[in-house]
């Protein structure tokens, strides 16, 4: 179908979820001198202008990243996402700038890491190709991100993140999302993988619970953060991550981030789930 952009969401209450677990995890593969393999399998156009039509017809970052930049009393668990961002909008006198999850990752790997995007909207390629322009390591490909993940999969330095973030314009992508990763773990079980997932109709999400407590994967962490109740009326009420291999203190992070999340982007609808899905 190929019709989303994410341009008209960037910067909302589900990147702040995604991109804050993105750059902790990025954060945490750093500390370690040996390079590392990020794999992107919908990577969008890579950063984003809010003042730009797109955001500005929606204007979902004004009751996501906007309410937060400038907080000084944001949890610490925060500090690697809003610096990124911050980082980004040093120039400019209002918040201008916002990163999709290649401008996160670009923001935390160094020379010893390689990066991998995928995308295949004939826009959003364009713009993630001149993105990249001068990133060393960096490797873009206009072709289908789930077997992109899987071809390179195990990485040579055996240490890698993965993220997998469709549009979900197609309910398959529920089921193939899922299962990439089961393939992807069955070539590489020491790799951190990152699945994003709006909750629009419970049934999928269950449906995505269910396949991974069947599987052989270990080690899956769920996390969600939801706006206001399920309900059957069209539209995203929350979202959420499925993290496999997930650096061991992320649960205590999140810990902190959800609450002040609820606090800040919520109101007493909202309500959120930390779950050990999958034992070790």
């Known amino acids: 179908m190929l019709s989303y952009r994410h341009a008209f969401h960037a910067g909302n209450f589900a990147d702040v979820l995604k991109h804050s677990v993105l750059s902790l995890v990025l954060d945490y593969m750093t500390r ?15 950063m984003y202008q809010l003042a730009d039509e797109y955001a500005q017809k929606t204007g979902e970052y004004k009751d996501g990243i906007a309410k937060i930049i400038n907080d000084e009393n944001a949890p610490e668990s925060l500090e690697p996402y809003l610096s990124l961002i911050n980082s980004l909008n040093l120039n400019n006198t209002e918040l201008d700038i916002y990163p ?14 390689s990066t991998h995007l995928f995308e295949l909207h004939p826009t959003d390629i ?19 991100g789930y077997q992109g993940v899987l071809g390179l999969l195990p990485p040579p330095s055996r240490r890698g993140v993965v993220l997998i973030d469709p549009p979900y314009e197609l309910k398959e992508d529920y089921h193939k999302a899922v299962n990439t990763i089961i393939k992807g773990y069955s070539k590489f079980s020491t790799g951190t993988y990152i699945l994003w997932y709006p909750v629009v109709k419970r049934e999928l999400v269950e449906q995505m619970r269910n396949a991974f407590s069947k599987s052989d994967v270990k080690n899956v962490l769920q996390v969600e953060f ?10 995203m009420t929350g979202t959420g991550l499925f993290v496999v291999n997930p650096p061991w203190q992320l649960a205590a992070q999140l810990e902190e981030i959800l609450p002040y ?6 109101d007493e609808k909202s309500n959120y789930t930390l779950e050990q899905l999958v034992a070790e």
């Open 226 to 235: 939801c706006l206001e109740d399920d309900t059957d009326e069209y539209g």
């Open 100 to 113: 999709g999850s290649p401008g996160i990752a670009k923001g935390f790997v160094r020379r010893q890491d």
């Open 261 to 266: 999340m609820k606090a800040k982007l919520g």
């Open 32 to 46: 370690k001198e040996k390079g590392f393999c990020y794999i992107d399998s919908h990577s969008g156009a890579g």
């Open 126 to 144: 364009t713009h993630l190709e001149d993105f990249c322009y001068r990133w060393k390591k960096v490797f873009v490909k206009q072709s289908d």
